[in-house]
């Protein structure tokens, strides 16, 4: 497998973060709206412990409303505070200071009992590779922003981007390694393109995908691709090929082209906005 994160970088990222976060109070925490579990790194709990959380279910516009509404009911049972959202967009953006205050507002009662004013919240933004977290940061960040230097109290050379008076976040994201030696979770992972295609190659790719979309979203393959979905998983690529025009140099029909396809009309939301893991799957 030929993936990027070697021990080294595992362990140099966790001493950083563990470093950053004893700056922050809130944990502002990525996942992928589409497999909310497998996009986590559960040793964020221990390295967030004592901070407030956040999580953010980003790339929304791709996944299931129904199932990211039970995820954020899971979540919020759990004691994260939970918005759902797409980086990329002002819209999703607009009420993130609102948020970040409401799951901050123990510290600023605390703060305002004190007698301390005006405060900001600090905060950082975590998550696994690909899962949105520089898009948030600069869709965030926008360009009204100034960024603070060092200043009394802050590390040196950690740059703080200041929102308003209210929040600073930390410029930098800690970036999470995901749990891909679970053989389920690395699927997930591939699936959604988070790990790009170095786990499995894209015609076994294409094949768990069909296996899991006539289980789970029964007939949206029929409707795209006008496909029989009562046939074998491998006879539905092949069919999609040929009912494509998926076809290889002599004209015949070419499972490779019709597994890319199917993938990447998957991964851009093409087949319609879909879930891969399921909340009542893991209760
Ligand atoms: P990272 O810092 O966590 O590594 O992730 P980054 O912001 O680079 O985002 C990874 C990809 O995800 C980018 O696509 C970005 O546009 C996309 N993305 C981020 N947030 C959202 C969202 O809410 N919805 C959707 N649909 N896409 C989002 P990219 O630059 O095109 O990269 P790629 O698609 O080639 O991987």
Same mark, same amino acid.
């Given at each position: 497998?030929?993936?990027? !994160?070697y021990?080294?970088?595992?362990t140099?990222?966790?001493?950083q973060?563990?470093?950053?976060?004893?700056?922050?109070?809130?944990?502002?925490?990525?996942?992928d709206?589409?497999i909310?579990?497998?996009? +986590?790194n559960?040793?964020?709990?221990?390295?967030?412990?004592?901070?407030f959380?956040?999580?953010?279910m980003?790339k929304?516009?791709?996944?299931?409303?129904?199932q990211?509404?039970?995820?954020?009911?899971?979540?919020?049972? &759990?004691?994260?505070?939970v918005?759902?959202?797409?980086?990329?967009t002002?819209?999703? =953006?607009? &009420? =993130?200071t609102?948020i970040?205050?409401?799951?901050c507002?123990?510290?600023?009662? +605390?703060?305002?009992?004190?007698?301390?004013?005006?405060?900001p919240?600090?905060?950082?933004v975590?998550?696994?590779?690909?899962?949105?977290?520089s898009t948030?940061?600069?869709?965030?960040?926008?360009k009204?922003?100034?960024k603070?230097?060092? &200043?009394p109290?802050v590390?040196k050379?950690?740059?703080?981007i200041r929102?308003?008076k209210?929040?600073?976040?930390?410029?930098t994201?800690?970036?999470? !390694?995901?749990?891909?030696?679970?053989?389920?979770?690395?699927?997930?992972l591939?699936?959604?393109g988070?790990? &790009?295609?170095e786990i499995l190659?894209?015609?076994?790719?294409?094949?768990?995908?069909?296996?899991f979309?006539?289980?789970?979203?029964s007939g949206?393959?029929?409707?795209r691709y006008?496909?029989?979905?009562?046939?074998?998983?491998?006879?539905? =690529?092949?069919?999609?090929?040929?009912?494509r025009?998926?076809?290889?140099?002599?004209?015949?029909?070419?499972f490779?082209?019709?597994?890319?396809?199917?993938?990447?009309?998957?991964?851009?939301?093409?087949?319609g906005?879909?879930t891969?893991? !399921?909340?009542?799957?893991?209760e």
């Open positions: 497998m030929n993936f990027q !994160w021990p080294g970088h595992m140099k990222a966790k001493r973060m563990q470093e950053d976060i004893k700056l922050i109070d809130l944990v502002v925490e990525l996942v709206s589409r909310p579990l497998s996009s +986590r559960p040793d964020i709990d221990e390295l967030g412990k004592n901070k959380r956040l999580i953010l980003n929304a516009d791709l996944a299931d409303k129904r990211s509404d039970r995820w954020a009911k899971y979540f919020e049972s &759990k004691g994260y505070f918005y759902s959202l797409d980086a990329r002002k819209n999703g =953006i607009k &009420k =993130i609102d970040i205050m409401e799951a507002k123990e510290k600023i009662e +605390r703060d305002r009992k004190r007698g301390i004013k005006n405060r919240v600090r905060a950082m975590v998550g696994i590779p690909n899962v949105g977290k948030f940061i600069n869709s965030y960040a926008g009204a922003v100034t603070t230097g060092n &200043k109290g590390t050379g950690k740059q703080w929102m308003g209210n929040v600073e976040l930390l410029d994201p800690g970036i999470l !390694w995901p749990k891909f030696e679970d053989q389920m979770v690395g699927l997930r591939a699936l959604v988070s790990i &790009k295609d190659n894209t015609d076994e790719l294409a094949l768990e995908l069909v296996k979309l006539k289980e789970k979203y949206i393959l029929n409707e006008d496909v029989d979905e009562s046939q074998k998983d491998i006879d539905i =690529i092949s069919q999609i090929a040929v009912n025009n998926c076809l290889s140099k002599g004209s015949e029909p070419d490779s082209k019709a597994a890319n396809l199917l993938i990447d009309e998957f991964r851009s939301g093409k087949l906005k879909i891969v893991e !399921w909340c009542e799957d893991n």
